[in-house]
């Protein structure tokens, strides 16, 4: 590696330093690194693409170059605290990927994004699975963007205490996040329907090739079909109506489901300080709807469909009949 090469990398690396120091920790001369920080001078005024990306500093007697990135240092936070909030890495994918996104940033703006997140991190907050969920979703995309039929062993903890391991085999379609987990959806070869899979459940994943006939008319748009789910379910294929009186800040209604509609305000008594109001939510009826609405029930009340509102009803009677139990 030349000398010019050697000091651009070091003053990358420092916080901002005299030329004698820069030559003594790269075993250089003054005269030496002097002449290398004129080399990249010159190559900056004469290339001003080179400006949008790096920036030679000069304080007093100092120098520092700093790196310039697409992302400001308050996109940077804010993009760590959402990804240190939502639990969704384990205790080796979460610091090295956000040591990555703080190396985005000059060193003054790291040290004050560093000191923000601390507490979070030095907290055991990680999701407690193992898997490289980084490394499986990229590979994922991969397939999806190369329009590639896999297939995986596929365990699912959720359906039993000691489950079976299944081969599932199918053509990935779509990799999102919800409620702390990263999910594919898949065509499945079998029987060409939609299906689920978390991410961190599946191994072997291995590119295979089948005859895979791809209806269309059952393709699944992620975009569109996540106004109608909660929780990574796919719920059932028709679109249902759910109306419930609803006693809280309709705001949170709204972000959870776009298409929230408030049909009217009512006149009823509310323990909590908002008026009362009758919504409607538009879904597809999953176990992940459910568990949506059984977190609401101190400030919701299913009014239609009948079976939706029977299913919250015997759910929350049987949850009560337990607390009877000695």
């Not at 920790?25 to 900056?44: G, S, W």
């Not at 896999?150 to 053509?171: G, K, R, W």
């Amino acid at each position: 590696m030349n000398t010019t090469m050697k000091v651009f990398l070091k003053l990358l690396e420092c916080k901002s330093a005299p030329t004698k120091d820069i030559a003594q920790k790269l075993n250089l001369n003054v005269r030496q690194v002097q002449r290398a920080i004129q080399e990249i001078k010159i190559a900056f005024d004469s290339d001003p693409s080179l400006n949008k990306y790096f920036e030679l500093k000069k304080i007093g007697h100092n120098y520092s170059i700093n790196q310039r990135y697409l992302l400001q240092t308050d996109q940077v936070l804010i993009l760590i605290k959402i990804l240190v909030a939502s639990r969704s890495l384990n205790k080796t994918e979460l610091p090295g990927l956000t040591n990555q996104m703080l190396k985005m940033l000059d060193l003054d703006q790291r040290d004050i994004v560093s000191s923000s997140i601390m507490s979070e991190l030095i907290t055991d907050n990680f999701i407690s699975n193992h898997s490289n969920r980084i490394e499986v979703l990229g590979k994922l995309e991969h397939y999806i963007f190369k329009h590639e039929k896999i297939s995986f062993q596929y365990t699912d903890h959720e359906a039993l205490e000691n489950p079976t391991t299944e081969m599932v085999e199918m053509l990935p379609v779509h990799t999102f996040f919800d409620n702390h987990y990263f999910f594919v959806v898949g065509m499945l070869k079998d029987s060409g329907e939609n299906k689920t899979f978390r991410i961190d459940w599946m191994t072997d994943i291995k590119k295979i090739h089948v005859k895979l006939p791809v209806d269309y008319s059952k393709h699944h748009d992620h975009g569109k079909e996540t106004r109608y789910e909660a929780y990574g379910y796919i719920g059932k294929k028709a679109l249902t109506r759910i109306r419930f009186e609803y006693y809280g800040y309709i705001e949170y209604i709204k972000d959870e489901f776009p298409t929230c509609k408030i049909i009217k305000k009512i006149n009823k008594p509310n323990r909590f300080p908002f008026s009362v109001y009758i919504l409607e939510i538009e879904v597809k009826y999953s176990d992940g709807i459910k568990l949506w609405l059984l977190g609401e029930t101190t400030i919701l009340r299913v009014l239609s469909p009948q079976y939706i509102a029977d299913d919250i009803r015997d759910t929350l009677f049987e949850g009560y009949q337990r607390y009877l139990e000695n």
